[in-house]
């Protein structure tokens, strides 16, 4: 998905004070009754929330909307669910929307203020309504029985890039995009063959419009069409279904998919109780699932997970077709999201939302940040750039710099914030912790997996494990390319005049707001040692990075080489990007494909089989930010949800990534 920037919806307001579109010359509702004609075209047609009822299978009901608008849609659908108690955690409803022209959110309270009867559920949308940034929101409500995926940008540049699977995805669609003959970009014939694509065997669509040409792309696609009664005094609309007998063809890379497992049990082994593993076990009880985590150290968050406080902002660069970027923009905001639910739960852990000041403190940095800047050009909600007086008035201090302003950025105590997670799940769904235990091998017979100590003895068992114990797994699975590089961090003492920094600053190092009488200075970046003693000269070297950069601060902040501090081993990849998702069977996958140097046709291939083996990890020393995001992915895969991530993007993650690469180049025997 290409970078395009955001343009917002531009409205005017009709006389009767309901909105109305400039860019495409069309009402966004019935000036009759907006209301009651969504439920009647969309609710009524689709015949929901009573399909949901009845929906059987053990996986999201999916709705895909095309054209957001104000969200009425999916108000009306959530209202209609809760008020039939249709939904439950094996059973959750998914809405799917894309938008090209999101609404701002004072234009989208407005028109929201007209429907008194959604009023509760308009202000949940609108606390939580996302930043007008391209990609893939996921907003998730009532603990994960609701979620939202919003997606901003060109429904012709989305659509190809959802994932798909052998029996589709969706299960009902919403056409909601303006009139054909005033949007015609969107009814385009590629939009009704990926609708195909995506449809699950009887999915359902419904559209106010009765056009010819709506009629004649949907049944050449495969769909049957019928006209019925329109609402109120429009004579027509359509609606339809696809046949179950229909088959349906993928347009991704077969290798990459990642079928679900067929399991009796919802229950998961995660291996690691740092942020990856326990992050898992938090998504997945929103799910229904158990698990069980096993740490072999006597606490949460005993590796590299350990740091008394870790900062939190994006990592970025200044292109957006750089895959960092696109990962980590989505996933700082996939983060964001899940620290404040918990915090709205009353989860208690230390952190603060103080914002974070990544400062160019070298010529070269202070360009390449600037160039971040004006040629990303986020939303100031979540990038703004700050001079040299702006950085000092934010932070508290005569930093003599400037550089970029994250302001929901901050810092997070992990240790704390992964017993927040596990203590979150256990309100969801039973979660055992197993702690001292050390998994030396993991075997699987009938469908059933499980971790074995030294002696060869069972620890547990489940039908699907999670490797996200960062570099260990790869002595559980050889074949995952994970390497470590050390890293140490300090922890001085505050002063009075440090004391007076109020949010978290980055430099080529990073320093943290006073906690506990305590900041928090680092870190080394060493790939060539895995010792984890603490060391005087690492202190030095921090107070070193310190004092180049930052040399006001360096002046009020001591750091004697006796400075208490800790050590880790980041986890890291060849390509600097996680390791997430299934991880199929590393000698099959071989045999499967061990011709694509070949350059046979994709088609001519089928996906691997699914392993119930999934990985989180290589996430470096951005695990704060990436771990949640990981999560989410895998928690699709193991329940047949859409994921929330572009086909592309969750191909740069697949652990099988290194293979096809080896493969490609006839690397591999």
Request: contains cysteine; aromatic residues 10%.
């Amino acid at each position: 998905m290409t970078r395009s920037a955001i343009t917002p919806a531009v409205l005017e307001w009709t006389e009767q004070g309901h909105p109305y579109s400039t860019q495409f010359a069309d009402i966004y509702f019935s000036n009759a009754d907006g209301l009651q004609e969504s439920q009647y075209v969309f609710l009524q047609q689709n015949q929901l929330p009573q399909r949901i009822l009845t929906h059987a299978e053990q996986r999201p009901f999916t709705i895909a909307e095309l054209g957001f608008g104000s969200g009425l849609n999916f108000l009306l659908t959530w209202q209609a669910c809760l008020a039939n108690n249709a939904l439950t955690p094996q059973r959750p409803l998914h809405y799917l929307a894309i938008e090209k022209h999101p609404l701002k959110v004072d234009d989208l309270a407005k028109i929201l203020a007209t429907w008194p009867s959604l009023q509760d559920l308009s202000a949940i949308l609108l606390a939580h309504y996302p930043s007008l940034v391209q990609g893939c929101h996921v907003l998730s409500f009532n603990h994960g029985l609701v979620q939202l995926q919003l997606w901003f940008g060109d429904v012709a540049q989305i659509l190809p890039v959802w994932s798909d699977a052998p029996t589709g995805f969706i299960d009902s669609w919403f056409l909601d995009g303006f009139a054909p003959a005033r949007n015609p970009e969107m009814w385009a014939p590629t939009l009704y063959q990926h609708m195909a694509r995506l449809s699950r065997p009887h999915a359902q669509f419904s559209t106010f419009t009765a056009s010819g040409q709506v009629r004649r792309g949907l049944t050449t696609a495969g769909f049957v069409v019928e006209k019925v009664a329109g609402f109120g005094s429009k004579r027509e609309m359509l609606r339809g279904h696809w046949p179950d007998e229909s088959t349906r063809t993928s347009s991704h890379a077969p290798w990459f998919n990642s079928l679900a497992p067929a399991v009796k049990e919802s229950h998961a082994l995660i291996i690691g109780g740092g942020l990856a593993g326990c992050h898992c076990a938090y998504s997945l009880s929103q799910r229904g699932w158990q698990c069980t985590v096993i740490e072999q150290q006597t606490q949460l968050a005993g590796g590299s997970s350990g740091n008394r406080q870790g900062a939190f902002y994006p990592l970025l660069t200044r292109h957006w077709r750089d895959l960092s970027t696109q990962f980590y923009l989505p996933a700082f905001l996939t983060a964001l999201r899940c620290l404040q639910q918990l915090v709205a739960q009353g989860a208690s852990f230390a952190h603060e939302f103080c914002g974070v000041l990544q400062l160019g403190v070298t010529p070269n940095s202070h360009t390449r940040l600037s160039q971040i800047a004006e040629q990303l050009s986020l939303p100031e909600d979540l990038m703004q750039w700050v001079s040299a007086a702006q950085a000092e008035a934010l932070s508290g201090l005569n930093l003599q710099c400037a550089g970029l302003w994250f302001p929901n950025g901050g810092w997070v105590s992990p240790p704390q914030l992964c017993q927040a997670l596990l203590s979150a799940a256990q309100q969801h769904t039973t979660q055992t912790v197993l702690f001292g235990q050390t998994v030396q091998q993991l075997s699987r017979h009938s469908g059933i997996w499980q971790a074995l100590d030294q002696y060869g003895q069972v620890i547990a068992s489940a039908p699907v494990v999670i490797l996200a114990n960062a570099y260990e797994a790869s002595y559980l699975q050889p074949a995952l390319p994970l390497a470590t590089v050390r890293g140490q961090v300090s922890y001085p003492t505050a002063t009075d005049e440090s004391a007076l920094l109020k949010t978290v600053l980055c430099h080529e190092g990073y320093v943290t707001p006073a906690w506990e009488d305590m900041h928090c200075v680092g870190a080394t970046y060493d790939p060539e040692e895995t010792s984890l003693q603490v060391r005087v000269s690492d202190n030095i070297s921090n107070a070193n990075s310190l004092a180049r950069s930052l040399s006001a601060l360096a002046a009020v902040l001591p750091l004697p080489e006796e400075t208490p501090a800790q050590c880790g081993l980041r986890c890291v990849t060849p390509d600097h990007l996680p390791i997430v998702g299934m991880v199929p069977d590393y000698t099959e996958f071989l045999q499967q494909y061990g011709d694509l140097a070949h350059g046979r046709a994709a088609a001519q291939y089928t996906a691997p089989t699914a392993s119930g083996l999934y990985v989180s990890a290589g996430h470096g020393s951005r695990g704060l930010i990436s771990a949640p995001l990981a999560a989410e992915i895998i928690t699709a895969q193991l329940t047949g949800g859409m994921q929330p991530l572009a086909v592309p993007l969750l191909q740069a993650l697949a652990p099988q990534r290194f293979w096809v690469r080896q493969l490609k180049r006839a690397q591999v025997g």
